[in-house]
T-cell receptor
Framework: QKEVEQDPGPLSVPEGAIVSLNCTYS??????FMWYRQYSRKGPELLMYTYSSGNKEDGRFTAQVDKSSKYISLFIRDSQPSDSATYLC????????????FGQGTTLQVKP | GAGVSQTPSNKVTEKGKYVELRCDPISGHTALYWYRQSLGQGPEFLIYFQGTGAADDSGLPNDRFFAVRPEGSVSTLKIQRTERGDSAVYLC???????????FGAGSRLTVL
């Protein structure tokens, strides 16, 4: 079993839709969870960063962690065509090294 | 500089050749990472530097891969006797001391024919 699993999609939604992106992970010791956005031919850029369980909101984006089910989610409200990108969940490995394990990435297309 | 800079942005080489990929991290960032991203996959960890030394090279796939960071700033990833399976985007990232937030460069896209 991979340490982080993510449905690769692709996911296509109309502009204005609510988008839900999800990952599961295997190790209950993981504490730090991140979402990166990657545009075509660009490097990943950090969107959201959460510690342990709970929700974190930043504008139209909400990150949610459910440690009991080892499930992490990113919700995008009022999706825009500019949100079209690949979204990568990532887990920071314990040990303060900055090492990340990434999911496969979900490709999102928001159609105008 | 303002961001992480990687050169070349694209490299096409023939099987068996030697390749060097360069990363210029954000000024003052002590930690530097190399990741490899194959088509349709998430980035995979290769090696991590803290200052000049490789703190963790457990992700390097075999001894054809080597990386250096001699002065604690610019890093070079070196691949000997390239194989077609080495084709991927090689991403570099850096972070400030004690921070868990990595800033990635745009990557070097390597194609081995």
């Amino acid at each position: 079993q991979k340490e982080v699993e993510q449905d690769p999609g692709p996911l296509s939604v109309p502009e204005g839709a609510i988008v839900s992106l999800n990952c599961t992970y295997s190790n209950s010791a993981f504490q730090y969870f991140m979402w990166y956005r990657q545009y075509s031919r660009k490097g990943p850029e950090l969107l959201m960063y959460t510690y342990s369980s709970g929700n974190k909101e930043d504008g139209r984006f909400t990150a949610q962690v459910d440690k009991s089910s080892k499930y992490i989610s990113l919700f995008i409200r009022d999706s825009q065509p500019s949100d079209s990108a690949t979204y990568l969940c990532a887990i920071l490995l314990p040990g303060n090294t900055g090492k990340l394990i990434f999911g496969q990435g979900t490709t999102l297309q928001v159609k105008p | 500089g303002a961001g992480v800079s990687q050169t070349p942005s694209n490299k096409v080489t023939e099987k068996g050749k030697y390749v060097e990929l360069r990363c210029d991290p954000i000024s003052g960032h002590t930690a530097l990472y190399w990741y490899r991203q194959s088509l349709g996959q998430g980035p995979e960890f290769l090696i991590y530097f803290q200052g000049t030394g490789a703190a963790d090279d457990s992700g390097l796939p075999n001894d054809r891969f080597f990386a250096v960071r001699p002065e604690g700033s610019v890093s070079t990833l070196k691949i000997q006797r390239t194989e077609r399976g080495d084709s991927a985007v090689y991403l570099c990232a850096s972070s400030a001391a004690g921070a868990n937030v990595l800033t990635f460069g745009a990557g070097s896209r390597l194609t081995v024919l």
